[in-house]
């Protein structure tokens, strides 16, 4: 106990432990010090939470209008004016969120699902397999991305809207499927299917370095089965990294939705899509420009608060960073 | 280092011909045929259409023609415009694509940069703190939210822009904005960031001890430092402001090869959807191939894994 001088010395005599900080809890506490990142956190607490009470936070339909109303500027009982239908644009906008969120979460976790099975495979099988994978993604990668996400929509557009009519097997029941969620379906799947190369580099990374760690090997040598070893021990470790890294891809999704829908390859009309509104408030942009005003706002802020948190977060898990 | 890119160059080869075989497969799999009309062709035309395109052919044997002369250049005729070829429709449109793209890049560059690098210097200041978070509005609007900002102001009040399309200077400086936001802030939070770290390092403490002036330290020492990763995303950040004027050619009504693009898909026309994939999957692989070069140039331990 000679050497032991200092504070903490002190504290351990007296019988009051420190309270161990953990390094999440620690990454909370820079998180919760960071203004920009706790304002965009709250936004977005906001907008989730109009986007699942949507049918009760919205004072009209977001699909039927009143066409006596079309444009109608903005006044007491239509804060933010009507459309070209005479629908409520506050409405549309609230429902709107539902779109985009759900374009930004649904896609990142699609994509997700893509990316981290095939890093984990090509990772932990290695030598040849890890070889050809990762060649399949270098190859994906001189795709270009909004050009493939075109071609994919009307791919999955024209082929299954076609014979879903006729209504019969997969491509029917996909059909159908697309269609109850307003085209939102095909939506996930192509955002799914053009961004996952990121991801699938980088849990193959880990999954490598992870694989190569002492208690992988004690795992080994003690007998685990490798399917276990792959979810016991691989996946965990691999995962959280991971998440905060998809996480950071969100505000991107969101915007693929936003241009599928402006050209009007995203959400199938009356779905109420930011980008949608975009567009159609843009052809009566010269007159009514508060049609374009809001939605472009609320696509705004949505981003905003995404990059201000998931920049937040980020710094906080990694302190080395200088911001 | 020669070895290393000649096996980069090489690799570009499988890159372009699975990336073309995809999106051929995917396009003839779109139902639908370039001559799908509102009142049906007589099918003795159709055909006789089809004939003449080689659409009839099976597909594999359309493919390998394709092939064919996209190896000796030549995209052949376009469908939709039917006295046109392929070549001549990009040698018209891909000059003002590129053009688009080119101001662009230069505005992110020429902007982002000296944004990032005076941020750096005032770092914590009002200057610093103002620029970041105009960067981080700049990352987050959206340009098919921008794009309609911009022209209803400049165009519609201010009247100093025209409103859309295409033809003197003038009207290219709202759709190169629209275009360059997002990278000229992206380059501006970077250049700063990297700023930051270079600043700490030791010969910088060595050349401010030797009694430099902060702006021989800053801009000669620590500038010409930070700048390599901003190199480094520089390739990337312009094959992705060539492909993203396809979103700016449709909010401002520009005749370029993104505008083309989307219709000729509408319009079915092969040709042209071939020719355009091909040619930014191109600028992607070539931008691709300058960034492992340059790192290979700046790390050796790269050259050799």
Redesign the interface.
Known sequence: MAFRTGKTGSDNETGKALRSRSLTRDAMRRLMKNRGAVAGGIILLLLIFAAVFANFVAPYSSTEGDILNNYAAPTADHPFGCDFMGRDVLSRLIYGARISLAAGFVGAITAFVIGVTFGLVSGFFGGKTDNFMMRIVDIMYGFPTLLLIILLMVFFKSSFSVSGVAGGGLRGALSDLDRSMGGMFFIFLGIGLTSWLGMARLVRGMTLSVRNTEYVESARAIGTSRIRILFRHILPNVLGPAIVAQALQIPGFIQYEAFLSFIGLGVNPPTPSWGMMLSQGYLAMRSHFHLVLWPAVAISITLFAFNFLGDGVRDAFDPRQTR | MFSFIVRRIL??I???L??SS??FL??H????SPFTRERALPPAIQKNLEAKYHLNDPLWKQYIDYMYGFVRLDFGPSIAYRSRTVNDILAQQWPVTATLGGVAFLFAVCIGIPLGVLSAVKQNTLIDNGSM?AA??G????????G??L??IFA?KLKWFPVATWGSPAHVVLPALTLSTAYLSRFARITR?SM??VV?EEYILAARAKGLREIVVNLRHAFRNALIPVTTIAGPAFADIV??S??VE??FAIPGIGKY??QS??NRDYPV?MA??LL??LI??VM?LLVDISYAMLDPRIRYS
């Not at chain 2, 799999?29 to 639908?32: A, D």
């Not at chain 2, 990352?139 to 921008?146: F, K, N, Q, T």
């Open positions: 690799w570009t499988p890159v372009i699975i990336v995809i999106t995917l396009m799999s779109v139902p639908g978070v981080m509005l990352v987050s609007i959206p340009a098919i939210a921008l309609p900002f022209i209803w519609l960031a930051l770290q700490r492909t993203g396809l979103v449709q909010i693009y989307v898909i509408g959807i355009t994939t930014f999957a992607i692989v691709n």
